[in-house]
């Protein structure tokens, strides 16, 4: 076994999209701040409705997956072809973008918490035109791995590989063959996984306090840490436990341009994005809703 190691972190920092949401961005903050294939991580999270109820009004994608987890709240999609979907405490939406997609994320509640992440997951160049497709997962679908130790993980995706057996979660059979994991641990407990090598993995703690690698090296609160290569990953809970996000995907190793919503790998695509947008050709693209049940 070769035990990952915390490499590098990238802290959150207080940022706004849409209509004015406050969220908190660490992966994504600037393109220096991208682990292949990931692109960005929000973390929205707040118990003032002025902070959220602006929602994100209709805006278009192109070129990558978005993953939004909600852990309290409800928000509602609508597309461009014509799909809506709720998201309530514990679903998940997976969108493949790709050749187009205009749609909107609207809370449905004018009180309480509203929280959850929104992740970006790069497309390989040969999927970036393929047709736009998206599932919505409700939270009874998605497994929950239990240990003794008491250490629970929600699989969203990829397949959870420990030394008690395996988890597989609702989504696989991507390119980038992504998991995500949440991970919760109880105050001072212990949680290992195996991760393919050669894939990037990166952690986000949104809850307590963690420890990485057996250099137990500090995953500081709401930042994202990058691992070196190996097979293994080790978190630690600190007193107070944690919750902690595991995220790995196999690099892509293309060009990335993007500008706001679209990412694709040269300049001259990304002209033809805006063109597409602007001439209305995006919003009339079908958009085709996978069940997952």
Not at 78 to 104: C, E, F, K, Y
Not at 179 to 193: G, I, K, N, Q, W
Not at 236 to 265: S, T
Request: net charge negative; no cysteine; hydrophobic share 40%.
């Amino acid at each position: 076994m070769t035990p990952r190691s915390l490499q590098r972190v990238i802290a959150s920092v207080a940022a706004s999209d849409g209509a004015g949401v406050k969220l908190r961005r660490s992966l994504g903050a600037s393109p220096l701040a991208r682990h292949d294939p990931f692109l960005m991580l929000d973390e929205f999270y707040s118990d003032d409705p002025d902070d959220y109820l602006a929602g994100f009004p209709a805006h278009p994608h192109r070129g990558f997956e978005t993953v939004t987890y909600m852990l309290d709240g409800h928000m509602r999609h609508r597309d461009s072809g014509g799909n809506t979907g709720d998201l309530g405490p514990g679903d998940v939406q997976w969108m493949t973008a790709a050749r187009g997609i205009v749609h909107s994320e609207m809370p449905q509640q004018t009180a309480g918490r509203m929280r959850g992440f929104q992740l970006w997951l790069n497309l390989p160049a040969k999927e970036k035109m393929k047709p736009a497709a998206y599932r919505d997962i409700a939270a009874a679908d998605i497994p929950v791995a239990e240990a003794a130790n008491g250490v629970r993980v929600k699989v969203i995706a990829g397949t959870l590989e420990q030394s008690g057996g395996t988890t597989a979660g609702p989504i696989h059979g991507l390119s980038t063959d992504p998991r995500y994991f949440d991970v919760m641990l109880p105050a001072r407990t212990s949680f290992e996984a195996s991760v393919p090598e050669g894939y990037s993995v990166f952690l986000y703690a949104y809850e307590g306090e963690a420890t990485v690698g057996d250099e137990r090296k500090p995953l500081p609160y709401r930042a994202a840490g990058l691992l070196s290569d190996g097979d293994t990953v080790r978190i630690e809970a600190g007193g107070a436990g944690a919750r902690v996000l595991l995220l790995a995907g196999k690099p892509i190793g293309e060009p990335i341009v993007q500008y706001g919503p679209f990412v694709m790998n040269t300049r001259e695509e990304i002209e033809q994005a805006i063109a597409d947008y602007q001439s209305g050709a995006i919003a009339k693209a079908p958009v085709r809703r996978i069940r997952t049940a």
